[in-house]
């Protein structure tokens, strides 16, 4: 795995093709949660010690859904979020991975459902609005065409 800049927090659409259909992994994050509590969620998690953000956000999608990704790609993708507690924005490099349609997700307890939607339709249950403007992006940048083989992990 290639060596990148490592972020406090990274990001990643899991995708996966179904039916000719590409679909949309989301997690729904538990009531107790203090942070958008019952929203629907993409794939996030924190840096540890010192990890990259690449091996950050693998390690967060194996933990929260139980599957490896058969591929994984960077993107030029980066949400602005305001730090809590704090002054400024963390930026947080956004990933994109495949996984195989016959995978099953099993989820750790930071989620408490999870469900696939076709990406067409993803900007109605993705809950910020900059989560939405990216999944376009993803949709044009890894749906529509093969993805660049530049970006791969």
Known sequence: MSSSPSAE????YVLRKRKGATQLLLLKRPPDCPYAPLTWQIVYGHREDDE?????????I???????????YSTDEVFSIPRQHTDGNMRVPVY?????????????DEHVAFK????????EDLYWPVQKKTMKNILREFCEKEPSQKNII
């Open 62 to 72: 194996i933990e929260e859904t139980g599957i490896t990704p058969k591929a994984l």
């Open 116 to 123: 696939w939607i076709d990406v067409e339709n993803a900007g």
């Open 9 to 12: 927090l990274v990001a990643a």
């Open 52 to 60: 990259g953000s690449e091996a950050t956000i693998l390690r967060e």
């Open 96 to 108: 994109v991975a495949f996984v195989d349609n016959r995978d099953i997700v099993v989820l750790n």
